[in-house]
T-cell receptor
Framework: DAGVTQSPTHLIKTRGQHVTLRCSPI?????VSWYQQVLGQGPQFIFQ???????GRGNFPDRFSARQFPNYSSELNVNALLLGDSALYLC????????????FGQGTRLTVV | AQTVTQSQPEMSVQEAETVTLSCTYD???????LFWYKQPPSRQMILVIR??????QNATENRFSVNFQKAAKSFSLKISDSQLGDTAMYFC??????????FGTGTSLTVIP
């Protein structure tokens, strides 16, 4: 079985641009969560989606948004990129929104220049 | 709010020796899970060991074991018979019932041949 897949693996953007990151969960998993991992820090929770609805949001500005599609894949969008948005963005999938095992993807490395 | 603290930014251990990584957390929740994740340079978050808060017995997975002190909100990881492949960043994480993870800042472990 394929694990959690994220695309792209790396990308470079310029300040002020917009970026879209994608995540495909493990087959059968209906919940997707997004995390931001700044260099030298632990991952920080951004969003959780389950059955296409937002179930949780971390302390991130409105420039960050996400959505989940009928096939349970998800996109994370970041507008008006800042240098501080440079980070590894991790996606985690689980069967449901509560008390179920979560599996992480390998992440997308975003560099803002 | 939940917080996770790892007070050891870096540690090293001789191959075949034992090392203990420290973690403390703070929460007002009564039902939660605690995890140790390993993140090698490949960036993949790999689950090392998991502990349910309602279980008093400390979790063990082969060479990895934890010392869970619920009253003290302490959750340390012991790695026995350290191997070169154990070299990585180790993150302590708290997961609430909503499947949202809160991570510490990590401990960089180096196993010395």
């Amino acid at each position: 079985d394929a694990g959690v897949t994220q695309s792209p693996t790396h990308l470079i953007k310029t300040r002020g641009q917009h970026v879209t990151l994608r995540c495909s969960p493990i087959s059968g998993h209906k919940s997707v969560s997004w995390y931001q991992q700044v260099l030298g820090q632990g991952p920080q929770f951004i969003f959780q989606y389950y059955e296409k609805e937002e179930r949780g949001r971390g302390n991130f500005p409105d420039r960050f948004s996400a959505r989940q599609f009928p096939n349970y894949s998800s996109e994370l969008n970041v507008n008006a990129l800042l240098l501080g948005d440079s980070a590894l963005y991790l996606c985690a999938s689980s069967e449901g929104p509560k008390d179920t095992e979560a599996f992480f993807g390998q992440g997308t490395r975003l560099t803002v220049v | 709010a939940q917080t996770v603290t790892q007070s050891q930014p870096e540690m090293s251990v001789q191959e075949a020796e034992t090392v203990t990584l420290s973690c403390t957390y703070d929460t007002s929740e009564s039902n939660y899970y605690l995890f140790w994740y390993k993140q090698p340079p490949s960036r993949q978050m790999i689950l090392v060991i998991r502990q349910e808060a309602y279980k008093q017995q400390n979790a063990t997975e082969n060479r990895f074991s934890v010392n869970f002190q619920k009253a003290a909100k302490s959750f340390s990881l012991k790695i026995s018979d350290s191997q070169l492949g154990d070299t990585a960043m180790y993150f302590c994480a708290f997961r609430n019932t909503g499947n949202q993870f809160y991570f510490g800042t990590g401990t960089s472990l180096t196993v010395i041949p």
